[in-house]
């Protein structure tokens, strides 16, 4: 399974980005995926999570009320719409696929559970 990002680039703040996570294989939609940030600062930390049905979705404190995460299973291609974007956000965005096939979700995620990965799009949220 190959895992493309896209749709990052260079904002200002309170500005609104959309990234997508395409998947090449259909079976990405038996599994849940995840969205990472990561930054010189902080590492690669838990952004948002959806499950493989679409129904049930977790953020990060950082996001919540800011971000939202959907797919769509008929395009294999998950998304992450981030409004009001702070220069906090500022990272390099990267999907990845969980390991078990149709299972349950949590609240947060370390990258080192992961079993696929994209390679990242840069997101750049200026002052």
């Known amino acids: 399974v190959q895992l493309q990002a896209s749709g990052g680039g260079l904002v200002q703040a309170g500005d609104s980005l959309r990234l997508s996570c395409a998947a090449s294989?259909?079976?990405?939609?038996?599994?849940?995926i995840v969205w990472f940030r990561q930054s010189p600062e902080k590492g690669r930390k838990f952004v948002a999570v959806?499950?493989?049905?679409?129904?049930?979705?977790y953020y990060s404190d950082s996001v919540k009320g800011r971000f939202t995460i959907s797919r769509d299973n008929a395009k294999n291609t998950v998304y992450l719409h981030m409004n009001n974007l702070k220069p906090e956000d500022t990272g390099k965005y990267y999907c990845a696929q969980d390991r078990d096939k149709r299972g349950q979700i949590y609240s947060n995620y370390a990258p080192l559970n992961m079993d696929y990965w994209g390679e990242g799009t840069q997101v750049t949220v200026s002052s």
């Open positions: 959806i499950n493989w049905r679409g129904d049930l979705t």
């Open positions: 294989s259909r079976t990405s939609s038996d599994y849940a």
